[in-house]
């Protein structure tokens, strides 16, 4: 804490970026409770659906892309909320486009907004949340995470109760974005004006009215100069190691997600039933260690703890394809849920180590993490098609191990507060 930042202004912050991480859960959640359900009532097949998840997962790129340049120039207090609208307009026209509108055409716009506002507001809410970190001095990026898993577990249970009620998608969604909209418009309002890279304030900085006023205050370069400056992070040695972290982790999250309940189904002849309890099991897993990790790594530190976590996620997920039983799957589930939830946290916060270059590694760092968590699940089942679910697994195993391999590079820089443990 910082004499800038008084402990009020700090917790309303902290407090307004839980809330936007719970509401990027909740609209995602939200989206993937209805699939069944828009699959039904536009009458299209598993090839269309997949094309409308391709093109939400090329505007997520998009979006993590362009938050570089939307932070360079207009901080991210601006850009945090422009994103909540924009992915909330996108919810609400997708939601539209199965109902109202019986369209495709509008539901893959939708998506495409959807995606963008989501992707780039990943990286803008991880910003900020690092900056919270830095401030308070302790590890509580895994615990902002926690809160998007949060909004997932919420989202699909108000999902599962709609679709039991049969309330339209329409309605569904287009109730959430307004939810969505006032919860933005409260949480901005606790975000104080700051200068990326710089310290919290109560005015001022890159979120001013008028940014060229700003620019001429502060005396900083042009936002021009701080977007080359951003991209420069692209060039430093770290980003990539740290990437491999994140990527590993992003590919054992993003692969379990699509692949865990399908894999128990084939592994055991399960049923549909069974295997969505063995995926609650890895979630569950995951979300605990996220709300009770970051003490952890405070006592343990960031190396030791990921290296930890590397060898449960790869003895888990060994488990799950290896064991001769049921109950022995759902202890490898649960054992890949904990390895699985530091790492991109943790990844997060290792890349925000100096504040003055914490946007550009954050955003560089994120890029290659969620173009793995999106990407690596369409890969895998790719390879599946040729080889088996089962034996495609193998790939995470070695993906994880490489992760824990890489684990040095999340080591505290010099001056960092945060990440040492005391041993």
């Not at 026209?93 to 507001?121: I, P």
């Not at 054992?335 to 939830?341: Q, R």
Request: charged share 10%.
């Amino acid at each position: 804490m910082t004499a800038v930042t008084s402990r009020s202004t700090y917790l309303r912050w902290r407090n307004a970026v839980f809330a936007i991480f719970a509401a990027s859960g909740l609209s995602i959640a939200t989206w993937a409770a209805r699939v069944p359900t828009i699959k039904t009532d536009l009458g299209i097949d598993n090839r269309e659906i997949g094309l409308a998840l391709l093109v939400m997962g090329v505007a997520s790129i998009l979006g993590l892309s362009a938050s570089s340049v939307i932070i360079a120039r207009f901080g991210t207090r601006a850009g945090m909320f422009a994103m909540l609208l924009i992915l909330s307009v996108g919810l609400a026209t997708l939601a539209l486009g199965s109902g109202l509108f019986a369209s495709y055409g509008v539901l893959v716009v939708g998506l495409a907004m959807f995606g963008f506002g989501n992707g780039c507001l990943d990286v803008m809410m991880n910003v900020d949340g690092a900056a919270i970190e830095t401030q308070s001095g302790k590890t509580i990026l895994p615990l902002f995470h926690a809160f998007f898993s949060f909004g997932t577990v919420i989202g699909a249970g108000i999902g599962a109760i709609a679709a039991g009620l049969r309330i339209s998608v329409a309605a569904h969604g287009a109730t959430i974005a307004g939810l969505i909209v006032v919860l933005a418009v409260i949480a901005i309002a606790n975000v104080p004006r700051r200068e990326v890279g710089g310290p919290a304030a109560a005015g001022g900085g890159t979120d001013a009215a008028n940014p060229a006023d700003a620019e001429a205050v502060a005396g900083r370069p042009h936002w021009r100069t701080r977007l080359a400056e951003s991209l420069s992070a692209w060039r430093e040695p770290r980003t990539y190691t740290l990437g491999i972290i994140m990527l590993g982790m992003a590919f054992a999250e993003g692969g379990a997600n699509d692949w865990l309940a399908l894999g128990v189904v084939e592994h055991e002849g399960g049923t549909a039933a069974i295997g969505a309890a063995a995926l609650t099991v890895f979630s569950v897993s995951m979300t605990v260690v996220r709300v009770f990790g970051g003490p952890l790594v405070d006592r343990f530190g960031r190396v030791a703890t990921l290296r930890v976590l590397a060898i449960a996620a790869t003895g888990g997920i060994l488990l799950f394809i290896l064991a001769p039983n049921l109950p022995l799957v759902f202890v490898g589930a649960a054992l890949w849920g904990i390895g699985a939830s530091l790492g991109f946290p943790l990844g997060m916060s290792a890349a925000a180590d100096d504040p003055e270059r914490a946007a550009a590694r954050v955003s560089a760092a994120a890029t290659i993490g969620y173009v793995a968590f999106l990407c690596g699940p369409p890969v895998l089942g790719f390879i599946s098609d040729h080889i088996g679910l089962l034996p495609t697994l193998f790939i995470l195993v070695g993906l994880v191990a490489a992760s824990g391999l890489a684990s040095s590079a999340a080591k505290p820089l010099p001056g960092a507060k945060v990440g040492a443990g005391h041993h």
